[in-house]
């Protein structure tokens, strides 16, 4: 059975809270592959209604922008019975791209907004199915029904992994992507790949100014098969697209394994059909990142 094409790989998305208007556009021209407006934690409980009309004035102005920037996803607040209808009232509208679902752990609470947002984009213009969907597992409960997240319909993109939580819901410390942590991701990558949908996206790194314990952390979630990472704050994203965009070793290897046909051995290793599946992925994500000068060839495509 063939599994759909995954969704456009971003490498960064990039946190800013709603509460705070004049960081909203500083966000959005930062440079990185998505913004993720923050209705949920960032905001605290008295300035909610503030933060939503302050998301849906910037949404207006980045649907009014003739030159598209990154995509724009919003986080928005969880409900007793799914998702909080007044943040998705205000922010259903032209300029959103995707909405970030915290605390996912309920298959039905997707498909009961899956529902909902049907009716959202008619009203507001949108084409059908157009706002795609990112639930971030955050708990014990939400990592044993990952298949059922990654299966709850097409507008299911990727799922998130929100390290934070998830270690507190089991009672663990240490790094993000420590050992405590790696069963979980380990679940999420499975669940996105059987269910066809993008690789998860990493966790946030909490630690600014730690360009190396970042490095390792987005360096150990590629290994572990997830694609892209959450960022706070813009000086994290040159060392996320580095880790996320395949650099010259890896270009240089896939091309000599696709001329090779994936028979023999490169280097001194024998490679065959996988390697020349992952030779093949490579070439693609390069061209698809901008990062690969060259078209493709026959070769590269066959």
Known sequence: MSLPEPPVPLRSYLYAPGSRPELLGKAYAAGADAVVYDLEDAV?????????????????????????????HVRVNPARDGYDRADL?????????????????????????????DELEARAGLPAGHVALYPTVESAAGVLRAGELAGAGPRV????????????????????????????????????????IGAPVDSVH???????GLREGAIAARQLGFFGKAVIHPAQLPVVHEVFTPDDRELAWARRVTAAGGNGTVDGEFVDRPAL??????????????????????????
């Open 157 to 196: 993109a990727r799922l998130a992994f929100g390290a934070a939580d998830f270690l507190t819901d089991i009672g663990a410390g240490g790094p993000a992507h420590g050992p405590a942590t790696l069963a979980a991701r380990g679940q999420l990558v499975l669940a996105s790949r059987a269910a066809g």
């Open 89 to 117: 009232a205000a922010v259903v509208v032209p300029g959103l791209d995707a909405l970030r679902l915290p605390k996912a752990a309920d298959p039905q609470w997707l498909r009961a907004l899956a529902a909902e947002l």
């Open 44 to 72: 605290p409980a008295d300035r909610k209604e503030a933060a939503r009309v302050a998301v849906a004035r910037q949404l207006g102005q980045v649907a009014a922008t003739a030159a598209r920037g990154p995509q724009v």
């Open 277 to 302: 599946a992952r030779a093949r992925s490579l070439l693609a994500l390069a061209r698809t990142l901008a990062t690969e000068d060259t078209p493709a060839t026959k070769e590269d495509e066959r």
């Open 206 to 212: 909490t630690i600014v100014d730690d360009p190396a």
